[in-house]
């Protein structure tokens, strides 16, 4: 791909109307999933270096916001629909700017590492049948 093309699927990640409905996710799982993550985000959240790129301090807030939402809720079953669908929008938020970011990082390891690119691209988790071992 050419840094264009990897600048547009990143502005497609950020502005497609990606179908998120939080009454489908294991909102359990992805609660504690950020709990466990909480001391590494805080971290990055800490670093100067990241925060100079704007996208990706987003990405940070928008996470932090949904580990937020999720764990001021004692449960996370049978909820309103309107909070079903304001999980979903939080979700969504967090997940598109993911993407996004996830995108420039392939860009760059591609342009200056490619040793490293050419394992991401073998084990992106995107790919349910990623496979690190090389192939003809």
Do not use: C
């Amino acid at each position: 791909m050419t840094y264009q093309e990897f600048q547009a699927a990143a502005a497609f990640a950020k502005s497609t109307d990606l179908r998120i409905d939080s009454r489908a996710a294991d909102l359990n799982s992805l609660k504690e999933l950020l709990e466990t993550k909480r001391q590494f985000l805080l971290s990055l959240l800490a670093n100067p270096n990241l925060l100079e790129h704007d996208s990706f301090t987003d990405l940070l807030w928008a996470v932090f916001h949904l580990a937020e939402e999720l764990s001021a809720r004692k449960s996370l079953e049978g909820l309103p629909r309107v909070d079903y669908d304001h999980l979903s929008g939080d979700i969504k938020r967090a997940y598109s700017q993911l993407l996004a970011e996830w995108l420039f990082y392939m860009r760059h390891l591609k342009e200056d590492y490619p040793y490293l690119f050419s394992l991401a691209v073998r084990t992106n988790p995107l790919d349910p049948h990623a496979d690190p071992v090389v192939r003809e």
